[in-house]
């Protein structure tokens, strides 16, 4: 069930309406802004010079654009995390040893946000940073979640976000998901073949808490030609594995 205020502020609302339009616009004047969002030009300039004030956002020869202060609460936000604290060197250990593309991930409000990646000498670039979030169905960091949330909650998430997505291979029906959240379970790690971006494979293992409450994911990921037969199933889903172990016993006792 999506978490609906019970007397929302319409202008709290307007106020991230807009500031998604800047981000999805890559920038826009208030002319722009108004037409995409169907506000009156007055409302959306009044909008704009308040952020503007506030050093939310940016004005340069008429066009606004998200500001970097969101970066000092991002941060912030990233560090209040204990998972990111013990994680991180963890994780910049797995990129190194493995030469890929190293990630941690979490669950909010039902979708998935890169809490930090790590980049080994090999790594590919991907359209994806620290921040981006993602339907959990369609990435192995996701589905080693989705497994270890109670049923009741992940139904509550593709009620809300639905399943399917872009690329061809991401799944798309209720039963499709539950077989594979349940081979998760199995497995002890999950695998990605390009369900979120085709030519890229992941496999990702969860990390529990002291209660076994899923708090967060591991992964590491690469192109199809690197990431396939026994290295791809066996030899990097163990390392993902002992180091989603290491992490536990960090977060458990620390």
């Known amino acids: 069930m999506a978490n609906t205020a019970r007397n929302p502020v319409k202008s709290v609302e307007t106020t991230f309406k807009v500031l998604n339009a800047l981000r999805d616009l890559d920038g826009a004047g208030v002319t722009e802004l108004a037409q995409h969002l169907d506000v009156p030009k007055s409302t959306i300039h009044n909008y704009l010079s308040t952020l503007e004030q506030e050093e939310y956002v940016v004005k340069q020869d008429g066009v606004y654009e998200v500001g970097l202060r969101f970066l000092e609460l991002g941060a912030y936000a990233r560090h209040h995390r204990k998972l990111f604290r013990i994680a991180k060197p963890e994780v910049d250990r797995l990129a190194e040893e493995t030469g890929e593309l190293a990630n941690i991930l979490v669950e909010e409000h039902g979708r998935g946000s890169y809490l930090y990646r790590a980049r080994g000498d090999k790594a590919v670039r991907v359209k994806a940073h620290i921040g981006t979030r993602v339907p959990l169905h ?117």
Request: aromatic share 4%.
């Open 138 to 254: 369609t990435t192995a960091l996701g589905k080693a979640i989705l497994a270890h949330l109670p049923a009741e909650r992940v139904d509550d998430i593709v009620d809300r976000h639905g399943l399917g997505g872009e690329p061809p291979k991401a799944i798309d029906t209720r039963e499709e998901l539950a077989d594979a959240l349940a081979d998760v379970r199995d497995r002890g790690v999950a695998f990605d073949d390009e369900e979120r971006l085709e030519g890229l494979r992941c496999v990702a293992a969860p990390v529990l808490n002291h209660d076994h409450e899923v708090i967060g994911a591991i992964s590491v990921s690469g192109p199809t030609n690197r990431f396939r037969g026994e290295r791809f199933r066996e030899e990097l889903a163990q390392k993902v594995l002992e180091v989603a172990n290491v992490i536990e016993l960090n977060v458990t006792y620390s």
